[in-house]
Nanobody, 127 residues
Framework: QLQLVESGGGLVQPGGSLRLSCAASGFTLDYYAIAWFRQAPGKEREGVSCISSSDGSTYYTNSVKGRFTISRDNAKNTVYLQMNSLKFEDTAVYSC????????????????????WGQGTLVTVSS
């Protein structure tokens, strides 16, 4: 069974940092593009970032460019999302997903075919 488990969420002040982890079990991340999505209360799910496995290309939604960095450690079967300079509007449940098609990584769209989906981790930015 393909499973993804997120961790690293929590409460942080504006301007602070967090690193989220997305660990896979039951399959190898090497062959999948991995995307991070977030959903804030009362808002639609939003694609945040994606990293391909074919060439390591990375993609970000405009609101996080320059602040968030996605990376992968295939030896640990884990993808990370380093979040710096956090803002109130970054508050959301963050989930990771394995995409069935590498080419869809750039779309940052949760409606594309997914091989696995995590349960999410809550990030709260508050003073």
């Amino acid at each position: 069974q393909l499973q993804l488990v997120e961790s690293g969420g929590g409460l942080v002040q504006p301007g602070g940092s967090l690193r989220l982890s997305c660990a896979a079990s039951g399959f190898t991340l090497d062959y999948y593009a991995i995307a991070w999505f977030r959903q804030a209360p009362g808002k639609e799910r939003e694609g945040v970032s994606c990293i391909s496995s074919s060439d390591g290309s990375t993609y970000y939604t405009n609101s996080v460019k320059g602040r968030f960095t996605i990376s992968r450690d295939n030896a640990k079967n884990t993808v990370y999302l380093q979040m710096n300079s956090l803002k109130f509007e970054d508050t959301a449940v963050y989930s990771c997903a394995a995409l069935r098609e590498q080419s869809m990584c750039i779309m940052l769209d949760a409606s594309v075919p997914l091989a696995a989906w995590g349960q999410g981790t809550l990030v709260t930015v508050s003073s």
